[in-house]
């Protein structure tokens, strides 16, 4: 039977509340392979800064990180201006990483690369 590797973007997070270690930077390693390069993280915050000529696309890359947040109950903050709009995840519950923080990234490379 092939084994069928489950992507990210496949997965949907799962609520957290706290009690589980932060990933290690062996496993933000493996999971940040799966994500566009543009995306930055000291161990503890996935930052992607996205640059754009003029304002719209700015604005709706932030609407864009906004839905797929509520829609995954794990929610980015969001900067946004004039030719750049910087998306960041965090698991807030664990003060760290977690896998929710990448499967929300993978869903917003998916949706902002269509
Ligand atoms: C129960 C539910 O999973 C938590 O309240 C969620 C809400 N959204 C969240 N978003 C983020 N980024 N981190 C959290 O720890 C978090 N916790």
Request: charged fraction near 25%; charge should be negative; proline fraction near 4%.
């Amino acid at each position: 039977m092939a084994m069928t590797t489950c992507n990210l973007t496949d997965k949907h997070c799962v609520p957290c509340e706290g009690g589980v270690p932060p990933l290690t930077e062996d496993e933000v390693a493996g999971f940040k392979a799966e994500l566009h390069d543009d995306w930055t993280t000291d161990g503890v915050k996935l930052v992607r800064r996205f640059e754009f000529k003029g304002f719209a696309k700015p604005v709706y890359t932030a609407n864009v990180a906004a839905f797929v947040g509520d829609k995954e109950g794990h929610h980015p903050d969001i900067a946004f201006g004039w030719g750049y709009c910087e998306v960041t995840f965090t698991t807030h519950a664990i003060d760290g990483l977690s896998e929710n923080d990448f499967i929300c990234a993978a869903k917003l490379d998916q949706i902002v690369a269509a």
